[in-house]
């Protein structure tokens, strides 16, 4: 199997992405293509032992920038590392494409290239969160702000798909994020959204609280995009300030920096169990392929695991579960 | 001063808001009026030395449960020590009321009783969150799921008026959550409020994410009460999951159980400054009477912080401040 990396995207590429690149073709034995400026993608790879390893580079002249306008790049740019990993997917010739660069750009030019799933109505992003009991995909994390009711029971239908053609989850609980647990609750999309999950085919569970989501009380959330955005930066800022403050008073005496030195291996199990690098970025769901897109300050760790999701993803076959909802679809929303 | 307690609210009641009041009275010299059935409040301050303090008893039959609809139990039942209670402060007779009981019914009680203030569109739940640097207000934090874009300004400058009144910040930062920092990023609601929360008189920052609630990069977070309510208990959530994760790790063997128990103290101090017992309830802003709804789970401590939060809103004169909006508004929007 071949994934193409745009080995330009992120904050510490090219060096992170070549690196996680060299580790990923060793631990999963595929062959990971390198899509970007020949001459930096080279030294980096001289900087790594790669006897035996498939790591193609692939020419792309051009770059978008984290700060670029998505849309305009993705358009603009069409030699941009990311949309030539994306022609890669298009032609058959990669199972997968994955970037730690802009998002919405990635968004965007995975639209213009490969398109939408027939049926699907609007692709959406899939941030794997990680809970003391599993992991729990959280779909839409920012690629859609105001869907409508049957964009949102799509959302948990591809969630679902994902969660177990790619996670192993049996019968995956969706859960509609709410502000309470009745029926009733909810703002306008979601109580309108509530009655068409509860009718889908989806082993639904009804309206949860954001408590219910780290708790893991679900396998799906469905959301909208803005507020699932919300969810995913406030969940990451909530557990970096509290270990922030948990350091800040373990090292405020002596006593308590030498206990804290032999707690040191708790700490760093507990950090890397909430770890984004160990989760392997968030899937786009619902476009005519397997894009995958990393945290922008992915590093080689990061990109190694996300280039593992996106062969779990080619493997699970996720795009072809996604193209046989199409059925469903029936006049004037989602059965 | 004289505060009025709804004595029959909350999961722990009448127990936990009679001695909640003993402490309050106790601490802070002022008259805490015990609403609910006389004959359950008497045996709770029989448990109590009272000497010397000013708890007087105000007879309500009634009582609204947990579970009842809000606006119908708040209706039906003038004789509910919610109602009972909000009397006294549309009376005059009590400067504040405080309830750890239903929050919507307290919400359509104190509407029902006390009014909106003149101007203002829709009355907003302020949830005080301790962060490492100071106390965030989260503004509307569940009352309105699908505000207008000029209530969300209204939430605002309540917020604003709350945090320099009673927590003593001078020119609060606000912020406005959305899902990027850029002024184009939010949904089609934060789309519409930012700019005129930039025309506004407010300290506007602009748009902020979700990390940044707990880095308290703002004093007021305004979001609709949604989205709002999705980070109230979400943060409740992280933090608690988190905290758990590192109790199981610390007691996995004998020798981090040994250093653990040196480290008690350190682990105490987190958890009381991120304790919504210490925080004292959430404000209801907009109606005419200082209103504080406290946490279902309050014991004696979460009520003793409320009265001293209702008594600190009394004293800062919030009600006359968020009346003085009133000119501020003008055709079409808020200037």
New interface residues.
């Given amino acids: 199997m071949r994934i193409a990396l745009d080995a330009m995207g992120g904050d510490h590429a090219p060096a992170e992405p070549v690196a996680g690149a060299v580790a990923a073709a060793r631990a999963y034995g595929i062959e990971v293509a390198l899509v970007g400026r020949t001459v930096a993608i080279e030294a980096e790879l001289a900087k790594h032992d790669t006897a035996g390893l498939a790591l193609p580079i692939i020419e792309a002249p051009d770059l978008i920038e984290m700060d670029e306008h998505p849309a305009n790049a993705a358009r603009r740019k069409p030699n941009a590392s990311i949309n030539v990993a994306l022609r890669l997917v298009k032609g058959g010739t990669a199972a997968a494409m994955i970037s730690a660069g802009n998002s919405g750009a990635v968004m965007a030019a995975a639209l213009l290239t490969l398109g939408r799933i027939p049926g699907i109505e609007r692709p959406a992003i899939g941030a794997v969160l990680p809970?003391?009991g599993g992991r729990v995909l959280l779909i839409d994390a920012?690629a859609n702000?105001?869907p409508k009711p049957s964009q949102m029971v799509q959302f948990g239908q591809m969630g679902a798909i994902f969660m177990e053609k790619v996670q192993g989850v049996r019968n995956p609980r969706v859960g509609l994020?709410?502000?309470?647990e009745e029926a009733s609750k909810?703002?306008?999309l979601?109580q309108a959204t509530h009655p068409l999950l509860a009718a889908s085919s989806l082993n639904f569970v009804g309206n949860i609280?954001?408590?219910?989501?780290?708790?893991g009380a679900v396998d799906v959330v469905v959301a909208?995009?803005?507020?699932g955005?919300?969810?995913?930066?406030?969940?990451?800022?909530?557990?970096?300030?509290?270990?922030?403050?948990?350091r800040?008073?373990?090292t405020?005496n002596v006593?308590?920096k030498i206990?804290?030195a032999?707690?040191r291996p708790?700490?760093r199990?507990?950090r890397s169990?909430?770890d984004y690098r160990e989760v392997g970025g968030a899937p786009l769901l619902g476009v005519e392929g397997v894009v995958v897109i990393a945290h922008g300050r992915s590093d080689a760790r990061a990109i190694e695991n996300a280039i593992r999701a996106c062969k779990e993803a080619a493997d699970g076959g996720t795009v072809a579960a996604i193209r046989s909802l199409r059925p469903t679809k029936v006049a004037g929303g989602i059965a």
Same sequence: chains 1, 2.
Avoid: H, Q, W
């Avoid at 909208?224 to 507020?227: A, F, I, L, N, V």
């Fill in positions: 809970t003391p920012g702000t105001d994020l709410a502000n309470g909810g703002n306008e979601v609280e954001g408590k219910d989501i780290p708790a909208d995009g803005y507020t955005n919300v969810v995913l930066k406030l969940t990451e800022g909530v557990a970096s300030m509290l270990l922030g403050m948990i800040t008073e373990l405020a006593l308590t206990l804290a032999g707690l708790v700490f199990r507990v169990r909430l």
